[in-house]
């Protein structure tokens, strides 16, 4: 079963195909950054439209790419929220309309159960169950994954997610957007050890994390200084650290709790080096398995949506002729797949 995957939540178009035996096809990029660069973050007005202009070369480039004719696609994916309403309904509307044209089902997917299931793309893929940390822009959270589509939160952040604090904190060094790689390369020149800033909610029990002072932490430590480039450096350096130390306590006190021997790390902020390194650390020292999907497929990308929207459409499930596009969308409204059949 082959399924052509569309992601359009925020500023990247992207498309891809799944083979259910064959593995992944091939998968198609376009990214917005350079055009909402100069406006410091995303525009929602101008996303849509650039959506508009890019999905449909980028849906016959990854056709072309993976060697089939539109007839051989058993069935369409899409992100199908959260996320920009207006983005979302790019991607729903040209999904929908391919699928109703070629008389083939068409499922909109949870982007988080993307991100969640991203591994799964590479060699050696996790098994159910296994505990999850999905560090992305707009979200921060601990998950126990059952099964496909049983996800039950046990921890988040109650204020700004950890992409977000990374993004906040780079604009406060002047950084360009986007932030968070632009700020660990910074962090790469710096000496960590030189601010201490707090390590959030570590000294109370519990799975939930907070950010939002760590930026504020930041400003104070920083108001008056003279943020020469060293400076900025040993800044981005303590704040990575404060960051990546919050996240892999947490990590640590979840595969405890749950007792799960596998963390599954999927979001933007999976693809930071430090993070990855140290709950790298965290496996060795407590005998668990770490997986991450590649670096690509951490942030947005199409190949995730494709390979959700297969499990899923494998298993007989898909949309009605709705067009659907949800900005806010939890996680545990989603129903494990195999109960709801
Ligand atoms: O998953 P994603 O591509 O989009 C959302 O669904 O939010 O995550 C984007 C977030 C941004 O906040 C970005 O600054 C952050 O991930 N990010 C990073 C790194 N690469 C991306 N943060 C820290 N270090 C990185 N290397
Ligand atoms: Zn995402």
């Given at each position: 079963?082959?399924?052509?995957?569309?992601?359009?939540?925020?500023?990247?178009?992207?498309?891809?195909?799944?083979?259910?035996d064959a593995g992944l096809l091939g998968h198609q990029l376009h990214s917005q950054v350079a055009m909402h660069a100069e406006y410091g973050g995303v525009v929602p007005e101008l996303a849509s439209r650039d959506h508009v202009k890019k999905l449909l070369p980028l849906i016959e480039a990854v056709i072309a790419e993976s060697g089939c004719e539109p007839e051989d696609i058993d069935g369409v994916a899409y992100t199908a929220?959260?996320?920009l309403v207006g983005a979302l309904l790019v991607g729903a509307a040209v999904s929908r309309s391919l699928a109703f044209a070629w008389?083939?089902?068409?499922?909109?997917?949870?982007?988080l159960e993307g991100h969640l299931l991203a591994p799964m793309l590479e060699p050696e893929p996790p098994q159910f169950p296994f505990l999850a940390l999905l560090v992305s822009g707009g979200h921060t959270l601990l998950a126990e994954v059952r099964a496909l589509g049983d996800y039950q939160i046990i921890g988040a952040s109650v204020d700004d997610a950890a992409g977000e604090a990374f993004d906040k904190t780079a604009k406060l060094l002047g950084l360009p957007y986007p932030g968070g790689p632009a700020l660990a390369k910074l962090a790469e020149q710096g000496t960590p050890g030189r601010f201490k800033f707090p390590r959030p909610m570590l000294d109370r029990p519990g799975l939930d994390f907070s950010f939002s002072g760590l930026k504020t932490a930041v400003v104070v430590a920083t108001r008056g200084l003279q943020l020469d480039e060293a400076t900025r450096a040993d800044?981005?350096?303590?704040?990575?650290?404060?960051?990546?130390?919050?996240?892999?306590?947490?990590?640590?006190?979840?595969?405890?709790?749950?007792?799960?021997?596998?963390?599954?790390?999927?979001?933007?902020?999976?693809?930071?080096?430090?993070?990855?390194?140290?709950?790298?650390?965290?496996?060795?020292?407590?005998?668990?398995?770490?997986?991450?999907p590649r670096t690509a497929f951490c942030t947005d990308n199409a190949a995730m949506i494709a390979y959700a929207g297969y499990r899923r459409l494998a298993l007989g499930e898909h949309d009605d002729l709705r067009i659907r596009a949800a900005a806010r969308w939890s996680l545990e409204e989603l129903q494990a797949v195999g109960r709801r059949l």
């Open positions: 079963m082959k399924v052509l995957g569309i992601e359009t939540s925020c500023d990247e178009t992207a498309a891809a195909i799944y083979d259910g929220g959260p996320g008389n083939r089902p068409a499922i909109g997917v949870h982007h800044v981005a350096a303590d704040f990575q650290q404060a960051v990546v130390a919050t996240l892999v306590a947490k990590c640590d006190r979840a595969l405890v709790q749950t007792g799960l021997r596998t963390l599954v790390v999927a979001g933007g902020v999976g693809a930071n080096l430090h993070l990855r390194s140290e709950l790298t650390a965290l496996g060795k020292r407590c005998g668990a398995q770490i997986r991450y």
